[in-house]
């Protein structure tokens, strides 16, 4: 009787979690109609962190772990090692990429800084001062021999000259940070290290604000909306968009997938409603509006990498950087049309 009892339990607690998921309308997302990203082959093992491409929409460079430095010249349907003398071990890491026209810059650790005005022809490593607290993790070229530069814990510095000469922009350093974005107008968010708290500052403050995070679950990643607004990935596939009227108050948390247990690692716009969010396993989640409902890139999930990062140079030319030299390029036209075509 008692192995009975014990059945009839089991069973129970099946139909009560199969009832669970059914309620939930996002248990398992449905798949988008095709795949449109294409898995590139590159000469590399390493972990990919940037890509960026000159005015020329052909000329590319993706940057990675162990100095890695790859250059397409058709697009980024083939790309090809290059290197550069570091004078360091192969340990060097470049984080970051940007390019304003033909200028380019390239940052990375321990304390690079390579600046470029020939499309990457050539490449300079410009000097750093020693009492640079800590080491260069994100770059932005903003104009004609001007650029931003960030530092893992915080730092933010602008060159107008070249990199000859380097201005603080806040008086102190943060902390190490997680990850660090910029904003098209110049504002930044970093979430702490231990993704506990997240720090914001804007052109003119004198040094960044802190802010707890909404709830218990850690804090993965933060960057900005189309509109300006924050939107913060948290443990547990959890999303989030601030308030459209306060940056200090916070929408409902959406969870896109409920059956999911592996994280969301970033999140870019295509257009301003068209959404993609990626993570570890493959995970791979697009929202055509706004964040309202999601659906998910089925195809993907069998390409063994976490997807680190999603960046779209425009809204016809993306890319996806993950782990052991994943890297995937959007195509938004169906293969089956382009056959045809």
Known sequence: MQSILRIGKRILILLAAVLLFAGCKNAYLPSISYNPWQVIPVPTQEKLFDIAFTDNPEHGWVVGSNATLLETTDGGEMWEPKTIELGESKKSRLTSVSFYGSEGWIVGEPSILLHTDDEGESWTRVPLSSKLPGAPNTIVAL??????????????????????????????ALGVVRNISRSRDGKYVAVSAKGNFYSTWEPGQKAWVGHNRENSRRLENMGFTEDGRLWMLARGGQL?????????????????????????LDLAYRTPEEIWVSGGSGNLLR??????????????????????????INQEKGFILGQNGTLLKYNSTPESEEAQA
């Open 287 to 312: 929202s055509v509006d706004g964040g309202e409902t999601w659906e998910k890139d089925q195809e993907v999930e069998n390409v063994p990498a976490n997807f680190y990062k999603v960046v779209f």
């Open 143 to 172: 104009d004609s021999n001007s650029a931003e530069m960030t530092t893992d814990i915080g730092a933010i510095y602008q060159t107008q000259d070249g990199g000859q000469h380097w201005k603080a922009q806040v008086e102190d």
């Open 240 to 264: 989030r968009f601030s308030n459209r009227d306060s940056s200090e108050e916070w929408e409902e948390p959406i969870t896109p997938e409920y059956s999911t247990s592996w994280g969301f």
